[in-house]
């Protein structure tokens, strides 16, 4: 009875009904680490049982994670204006503790005007061009064949690229 009821309800309300955890936004941010956990657990276990719908469950979760990522990205700075924390001190509220920090530092080393690096990151890009190049050529070898150095005359097997992959499912949202 559970199996056919979870798989008529939509995900959420079947996450609500088998966990017993309200997913309204006023019950997600009370939200901590252990619940989140129990959550994934036992919604995991409700989807191994056959009791909740595996493929609707990837939906919802890559719907949610485009959501909420998305919702993170516009809603932050307006957060980071209003939510001033004073050095060396955290914000704390619903499960979360905020501290402001340095984020995101980059150095620009071609502003350093040294030779040294200058010609070292030339010669690294040049080397990745080669890499990148050689490489595509690898990629088109189907078969042992000999290569060889002109300048030495030394020869080698080429044998193709070993290529590896798996099979799983992209969730491309529309």
């Known amino acids: 009875m559970r199996n056919q009821l979870a798989m008529q309800i939509p995900a959420c309300e079947a996450v609500t009904l088998f966990t017993g955890f309200d997913m309204e936004p006023e019950s997600l941010i009370k939200l901590d680490r252990a619940t989140i956990a129990r959550i994934v657990n036992d919604t995991e276990q409700l989807v191994a049982d056959g009791e909740l719908d595996s493929v609707k469950m990837l939906i919802l979760a890559k719907k949610g994670q485009e959501l909420f990522n998305n919702l993170e ?15 060396h001190d955290k914000l704390r509220m619903y499960d979360a503790e905020i501290i402001e920090k ?16 200058n010609d070292l990151h030339d010669l690294q890009a ?14 088109n070898v189907t078969r042992p064949s000999i290569g060889g150095d002109q300048f030495t005359g030394e020869t080698w097997e080429i044998r193709p690229p070993l290529r590896t992959s798996k099979q799983g499912l992209n969730v491309s949202l529309k």
């Open 73 to 87: 990205k516009r809603v932050r700075r307006y957060a980071e204006e209003q939510a001033r924390v004073p050095r």
């Open 102 to 117: 340095e984020t995101g530092v980059n150095y620009d080393y071609s502003a350093c005007g040294d030779v040294t690096w």
């Open 126 to 139: 040049e080397i990745a061009q080669q890499i990148k190049e050689r490489e595509a050529f690898l990629k």
